[in-house]
């Protein structure tokens, strides 16, 4: 998860792919949006 930190930003359009590591970034995206510390992501699944 230390790749969403590193990559991801407020306001990005993210690619959230497929499988188990997608699935555990997806949940640590949905928890930085609740608690305010990501904004504006688009998820795009592919």
């Known amino acids: 998860l230390i790749q969403v930190d590193e990559f991801v930003k407020s306001g990005m359009v993210v690619g959230l792919g497929s499988g188990a590591a997608s699935g555990l970034a997806v949940q640590y995206l949905g928890t930085r949006l609740r608690r305010g ?9 592919s």
């Open 37 to 45: 510390s990501l904004t504006g992501i688009v998820g795009i699944p």
